[in-house]
């Protein structure tokens, strides 16, 4: 039954990098140690399935901070080698360390001056051997039944891939800022996204003080159309909010439409950064609510306000 092959072939690839684990040790360490240390890019290249695999790696450490590239074995020696420079590291990946357009490749990056690390499944192999580290990558069978196309392979060889990037992207301390630098379109970026840069500031903020007469709050929030106003201290320190719903509640009420706004407005309102993520302005709202937030500094002084349609202008949901 197909849905037994499957079964078996996730068995193996999972066991496969399941065995991984145990040999992750000081060449692992000394590989990142490389990478942190290269003043230059770090040149990824493998051939076939595995190349496939070295352009994930490459675009991976490239997103997370690591200026890094891949580069096609076969292609070099026709005039590609002329991406390398001093001071660059090659990450080359072969699952049986004796590719022979990487081996061909081994002198003119030692001429070159650039470093080599090796990710194979043969640590005795030529491509280990003239390796400055070499991570161990050895599987003891293919998912294919044939043994013959590399599935369980190429799965570790990724999974080592990822397990690399993200060990040299975390020593370099690489942030969420960091990474939305980076990223700045797409959904990811969308994800990402400040505060700071979806919040009205300056004059598109509704802002009146605590002794401003209701009405005159009434028209603030009229001419600002956010369905509210902040109020302020004479400092700019943030004293509350006045919205809509304070607005019926108190024609509910009955009373006159009369005296301060301080003395209607919601005194304790949910307020964020600047510099905190927009998701997690979303979360606030859906949590409380409300369509509104205004944003202060860690003094409690306004700095602008983010509204639900914001959001949505910038599709972040």
């Not at 190429?154 to 990223?183: I, K, N, Q």
């Not at 969308?190 to 605590?210: C, I, N, Q, S």
Request: aromatic fraction near 2%.
């Amino acid at each position: 039954m197909p849905s037994d092959i499957a079964r078996k072939v996730l068995r193996i690839e999972a066991q496969a990098i399941q065995e991984l684990i145990g040999r992750v040790d000081a060449s692992f360490d000394k590989a990142v140690s490389m990478i942190l240390d290269c003043r230059g890019r770090i040149v990824v290249t493998g051939m076939g399935k595995s190349g496939i695999i070295c352009q994930k790696i490459a675009a991976t450490l490239s997103s997370t901070g690591t200026p890094a590239f891949f580069m096609h074995p076969a292609e070099a020696t026709h005039g590609d080698l002329g991406m390398i420079v001093k001071g660059d590291s090659v990450l080359a990946v072969s699952s049986s360390g004796e590719t022979d357009e990487l081996i061909r490749l081994l002198e003119t990056i030692r001429r070159l001056g650039a470093s080599l690390i090796s990710m194979t499944g043969n640590p005795s192999s030529t491509l280990a051997r003239q390796s400055d580290v070499t991570i161990d990558i050895g599987i003891a069978q293919e998912a294919c039944p044939l043994g013959l196309v590399p599935t369980a392979s190429t799965t570790v060889a990724l999974a080592m891939g990822d397990a690399l990037a993200v060990a040299v992207y975390s020593a370099r301390g690489f942030s969420e800022d960091d990474f939305a630098a980076l990223h700045p379109g797409g959904r990811l970026g969308k994800r990402l996204l400040k505060v700071e840069h979806v919040m009205h500031v300056g004059d598109a903020v509704p802002k009146v003080t605590p002794e401003t007469p209701v009405l005159r709050g009434v028209e603030e929030m009229t001419r600002k159309r956010l369905g509210c106003t902040t109020v302020v201290e004479q400092d700019g320190r943030l004293a509350g909010m006045f919205t809509d719903g304070d607005l019926r509640r108190l024609l509910q009420s009955g009373r006159p439409l009369e005296g301060p706004i301080g003395e209607h407005m919601s005194r304790k309102p949910a307020t964020i950064g600047g510099k905190e993520l927009a998701s997690r302005a979303l979360a606030i709202m859906e949590e409380r609510r409300i369509t509104s937030i205004p944003v202060v500094d860690g003094a409690g002084m306004l700095e602008g306000i983010v509204q639900l349609h914001d959001l949505w202008r910038v599709q972040l949901f």
